[in-house]
């Protein structure tokens, strides 16, 4: 067990719509990463928070959106679906930003767009 | 832009067998590199990383990583792999500057699964 908590672990949902994942990072942690994880892209970095303010972004798509609440937990938007969203997205934390690097991963919430 | 390459996409590998999986990074400066490992329907978990010194680090499980600097490698190997070592391996990369522009992001490779047979 990693500390880091996603919600929900499974979604299935049809194009168009709109989804909302949870992530509660681990106890003290002020940094949030989400990732996203598809067959052909691999694990690609989609956006980073440090308590409560946007650190970095990597390959997000306008479509999604996320932010980090003042009790650290975060959540990724992601809307206007389409099927080549479906994909398992990863939250990961670390104590601050920068440092070693060493990132602590949720278990993941696995995304099926129909 | 800073990219990690993991040569091996699928290995497939009797018990007992030596492994090597292989990982080659590019970027200009210094960097922190880890291996993760996702097994079967569970999150990525740290085998080991590398910040500074002794190029040849130790991680969980019995695997090692060497850090060749002039080959800007990262491979990752065990000398005798168990049927509980099936698992994808992701190699990443991170620069390792210090202050407020090291934000910690890891760049990952595309993943190796390695599937052992018993």
């Known amino acids: 067990d990693s500390g880091v908590t996603q919600t929900p672990k499974h979604l299935i949902t049809a194009t168009g719509q709109r989804v909302t994942l949870r992530c509660s990072p681990r106890?003290?942690?002020?940094?949030v990463y989400w990732y996203q994880q598809s067959l052909d892209q691999g694990l690609q970095f989609l956006i980073q928070?440090?308590?409560?303010?946007?650190?970095a972004k990597g390959n997000i798509l306008e479509r999604f959106s996320a932010q980090q609440f003042p009790d650290l937990h975060s959540e990724l938007n992601l809307s206007s679906l389409e099927l080549g969203d479906s994909a398992l997205y990863f939250c990961?934390?670390?104590?601050?930003?920068?440092?070693?690097?060493?990132?602590?991963f949720g278990e993941g919430s696995r995304l099926t767009v129909l | 832009a800073q990219s990690v390459s993991q040569h091996n996409h699928h290995v497939i590998l009797s018990e007992a067998a030596s492994l090597e999986l292989g990982c080659n990074y590019s970027?200009?400066?210094?960097?922190?590199l880890f291996w993760y490992v996702q097994y079967p329907g569970q999150h990525l978990q740290l085998l080991l990383k590398?910040?500074?010194?002794?190029?040849l680090v130790k991680g969980i499980k019995g695997f090692e990583a060497e850090f060749i600097k002039s080959k800007f490698s990262f491979n990752l190997r065990k000398p005798s792999v168990q049927w509980s070592d099936t698992a994808e391996y992701f190699c990443?990369?991170?620069?390792?500057?210090?202050?407020?522009?090291?934000?910690?992001?890891?760049?990952f490779g595309q993943g190796t699964t390695l599937q052992v047979k018993p």
């Open positions: 990961a934390s670390s104590p601050r930003t920068g440092g070693t690097g060493e990132l602590f």
């Open positions: 106890s003290g942690d002020l940094s």
């Open positions: 928070y440090y308590n409560g303010e946007e650190r």
């Open positions: 970027y200009g400066g210094t960097v922190n």
């Open positions: 590398y910040f500074s010194g002794d190029p």
């Open positions: 990443a990369v991170t620069p390792s500057y210090g202050g407020s522009s090291n934000t910690g992001k890891l760049i």
